[in-house]
């Protein structure tokens, strides 16, 4: 018997009337509607709860074709053999001769112009495959948008990966959502978008929260969060069963997993954000999943959607969205597994910091910086386990101290010090891991500003380290030391105090980014007495050792002691040469104590230049930076001197009302655009002011950073970095 003819088939298809609004994804539809017009097989793939089918049942829709849109919803199906049969029937056909129902489809699609929706196929994957492949090969007139959790995988497959949405698109659902059940939500409202982020953007977890808003409001939905699985259910309606709730959304695609993905899918719980393949391969191998086998397995959660790769400046890596983690973390605890893994991911982190501090002297520096960046939530989870756990204390100092280069060379002092303020009033046991973590912390603060709390944490590391006979140590703490008479004008005293920690370095064997910093800071007390000669001296010397080592940020304070001599013997233009390169250098590295004493000294050389206007702009972008950093020049006479000065030019020709509203019109600068504008400066203006005279005595001008910055990786002395 024949298949049904083509005129009593209804060619509109049978698409199911939308009886609530598609809400954002415009780019997604667009990019969808041009992968439908370009290739003959499309598939969305993504994570379950995503809104896959939605957004190809709105972009089929959209399409015309003559015989129409058909879609077959698989999810149902479970037994290979009967996909022919679905779709036969989703298609309206009927057939009552012995056939196979893949000769009907074949006979059906001869010479039609059609678009079939394959919906939900995931646990289906070959049969679908073979079934494609083959009616795509015979009927030419056809087109297919596969819809599931991961690729088919066949020639000429085209894949058009879903994820969550924006936090405005979310935001927009939410209140789309929660109207229809009667409530009004502000577009402002902080507890919603606080509740659209941590429930990832993910469309249907948004949907079944604002389902809640019933009977609770979006402050208790977030207060309820941590059992979200429990939370955020729908009762019957027509919503499919493995939507009716979050946690059969996301189990569903948990089922399709074999044994040893889901073991790695709640092992990888245990990381906090980001993750490479060799953090997985240690962190996850062992008890019944070979490191061997990591790969193979990570792949097959990534096809699934479990899992999505990113290009980062660091490399490849993973990720996995918080909704998915917490359901792993869920197994992970049923297995009685989860403290073996952390104890694990604590070692992988602490090992990766110590190998970043080795590396951070080296020319790998901008690539470690990058690695910290990216690693940074991971780290954090490490941080908080060790400082939690009494018996990992020790551990906990040394991980925070080990990462003194990421805290004061990449912008983050306020969260070190945050840490090491943790970590040093925990008794550990570990003398030696807890006399790093005091002078790191009283770095830190000394860049802060903050000398109070500085010099009780060096002068009680300096008296620990005489004690017990802890050589690293001392040196560290009296080179901090002598960083603090620095920024607090005592100038005699800085010099004498660096001269003796250089030479315990020496002594020892030290040379790192730490001990090029002392010289620095040396040349800097020296420039601020007026030795302009040996200043340039020992900075050249260190510019010399970092060109060595390609150790570029040490570097940059070399230039900017260089500059402030250069521009001291009134030779402005390499001054701004040389400035050029130092705030190019410390805002690659996102230090923003290099960049603000940079763009405070360049403001001076703007002034000088006959600039009075960019002058002043650059002093209010400055002023907005340093909240940011800490006390504003450090309170210090000679640092602040520079910054006098140039006001003193800037208000002398502008007038007091002009100068007023350049500073206000910097200070509307973010950094980005405050130092990309600095860099933009480039010659000095035509009209240049010959013959200012350079201040002498305490009302100086700027000098290089004090204290800068801590030991990195010590290539001369092994282990240097973690023994203080």
């Known amino acids: 018997m024949r298949d049904r003819q083509r005129e009593d088939t209804p060619v509109a298809g049978n698409l199911p009337l939308e009886l609530d609004a598609f809400v954002g994804r415009t780019a997604e539809l667009a990019g969808l509607a041009e992968a439908l017009g370009e290739a003959r097989l499309v598939t969305v793939c993504g994570m379950g709860g995503v809104g896959k089918s939605r957004l190809a049942a709105h972009a089929a829709a959209r399409c015309a074709p003559a015989d129409g849109v058909w879609r077959v919803e698989l999810a149902p199906v479970r037994d290979p053999a009967f996909v022919d049969h679905a779709v036969v029937a989703a298609l309206g056909l009927t057939d009552h001769t ?15 112009q059609l678009l079939l929706v394959l919906d939900g196929f995931e646990h289906l994957v070959d049969a679908c495959a073979e079934l494609v492949t083959e009616l795509l090969g015979r009927a030419p007139g056809l087109r297919v948008l596969a819809v599931g959790r991961r690729p088919l995988s066949v020639r000429g497959e085209r894949l058009f990966p879903l994820q969550p949405l ?15 059940h009667g409530t009004e939500v502000a577009a402002g409202d902080a507890d919603v978008r606080e509740l659209c982020r941590r429930l990832d953007g993910i469309p249907l977890a948004v949907e079944l929260a604002a389902g809640r808003l019933r009977a609770l409001s979006a402050g208790q939905l977030l207060a309820r969060l941590d059992d979200r699985f429990r939370l955020l259910t729908r009762e019957g309606g027509d919503a499919l069963w493995r939507h009716r709730t ?14 040893e993905e889901r073991l790695l899918w709640a092992r990888l719980s245990v990381f906090a954000g980001r993750f490479d393949l060799e953090s997985v391969e240690y962190v996850c191998s062992g008890h019944g999943l070979h490191a061997d086998d990591v790969l193979d397995v ?23 969205l918080d909704t998915v983690r917490a359901y792993g973390a869920d197994w992970l605890a049923a297995t009685g597994d989860a403290e073996r893994l952390r104890r694990r991911h604590r070692d992988w982190y602490l090992g990766l910091a110590t190998w970043c501090e080795l590396d951070w002297f080296s020319p790998r520096q901008a690539e470690v910086a990058a690695r910290v960046e990216a690693e940074l939530p991971n780290l954090r989870s490490a941080l908080e386990h060790c400082l939690s756990e009494p018996d990992e204390a020790h551990l906990g100092q040394l991980l925070a101290g080990s990462l003194w280069f ?9 969260e070190g010090r945050h840490w090491l303020d943790q970590a040093v009033r925990l008794d550990s046991g570990h003398e030696q891991s807890r006399l790093k973590a005091l002078w790191v912390l009283g770095y830190v603060a000394v860049l802060q500003g903050d000398t109070v709390a500085a010099l009780a944490a060096l002068h009680e590391c300096g008296e620990e380290a005489e004690a017990s006979d802890n050589p690293v140590a001392a040196a560290y703490a009296e080179h901090r030391i002598g960083c603090v008479a620095l920024v607090t004008d005592d100038m005699a005293r800085a010099e004498t105090l ?22 620095v800071e040396l040349a800097m007390a020296r420039a601020f007495q007026d030795d302009l000669a040996e200043a340039v001296r020992l900075c050249e010397d260190v510019r ?35 400035l050029t390169d130092c705030l ?10 290099g960049s603000v004493l940079t763009v405070e000294l360049l403001a001076l050389v703007t002034a000088a230049d006959g600039d009075p206007a960019e002058a002043a702009l650059l002093q209010g972008a400055a002023e907005r930076m340093w909240p940011s950093v800490g006390l504003p020049l450090f309170g210090s006479a000679y640092y602040n001197a520079p910054h006098e000065l140039c006001e003193a030019m800037a208000r002398e020709r502008l007038g007091d009302e002009r100068y007023e509203e350049c500073v206000r019109a910097g200070a509307l600068l973010d950094r980005e655009a405050a130092v990309a504008r600095a860099l933009r400066r480039g010659r000095p203006t035509a009209g240049a002011l010959q013959g200012l005279p350079a201040p002498r005595g305490p009302v100086r001008h700027a000098p290089a950073a004090p204290g800068m910055h801590e030991p990195a990786a010590s290539r001369t002395r092994k282990g240097g970095e973690t023994a203080g």
């Open 98 to 112: 012995t056939r196979p129902p893949r000769e009907t489809l074949l006979s059906h699609l001869a010479g039609r």
């Open 166 to 180: 924006t936090e405005d698109e979310a935001v927009a659902l939410f209140a789309d959502r929660a109207a229809l």
């Open 246 to 259: 979050l946690r059969t959304a996301i189990g569903w695609s948990h089922e399709l997993c074999t044994p």
């Open 298 to 320: 990570l792949s097959e959660l990534l096809a699934q959607s479990v899992i999505s790769r990113e290009e980062t400046a660091s490399g490849v890596r993973y990720r996995m």
């Open 406 to 414: 990421y805290w004061v060379g990449c912008g983050r002092l306020s």
């Open 498 to 519: 660096l001269h003796s920690a250089l030479a315990r370095y020496q002594e020892i064997g030290e040379l790192n980014s730490n001990v090029l910093m002392g010289q």
């Open 544 to 578: 010399r050792v970092c060109e060595d080592h390609g150790e570029g940020w040490a570097r940059t304070y070399a230039l900017y002691v260089l500059a402030y001599a250069a521009w001291r013997e009134d030779d402005r233009a390499r001054a701004r040469e040389l």
């Open 584 to 593: 190019a250098g410390a805002h690659s590295f996102h230090d923003l104590l």
